[in-house]
């Protein structure tokens, strides 16, 4: 996932994004969640972002979608305006999840700039 993010910046002419590891956990954890309760929401409930545990950031971003294939979702996430500009923001790091379940993928993306 974090391959795909970046191959679109790169075609973009922008810097890869650097791995978070605290945000890849946060991530991890919601993806696993969404799957759980089979609903696609942001981490914080509605379009609110939950933000805990997550250090040195001026800006945040956040992309949650689910589909059979890592390649469609990140297509769907590029066909969106909202979810492209995430991808292609002024961003430097990234954390991810991707969690599998009955043949659905859940992914959750968290986009952080450094102060």
Request: charged share 15%.
């Amino acid at each position: 996932v974090v391959d795909q993010v970046n191959a679109s910046r790169s075609s973009s002419r922008l810097t890869a994004l650097k791995a978070d590891m605290t945000a890849a956990s946060k991530a991890q954890k919601w993806s696993q969640h969404m799957a759980s309760t089979g609903v696609l929401e942001h981490t914080g409930g509605g379009t609110k972002l939950d933000t805990t545990g997550l250090t040195n950031w001026c800006a945040v971003g956040e992309n949650v979608g689910k589909g059979p294939s890592l390649d469609r979702i990140h297509a769907a996430f590029m066909a969106s305006p909202t979810h492209k500009a995430n991808i292609l923001g002024s961003f430097d790091r990234i954390g991810t999840g991707v969690y599998l379940k009955d043949g659905t993928y859940w992914v959750t993306q968290i986009f952080l700039r450094s102060c």
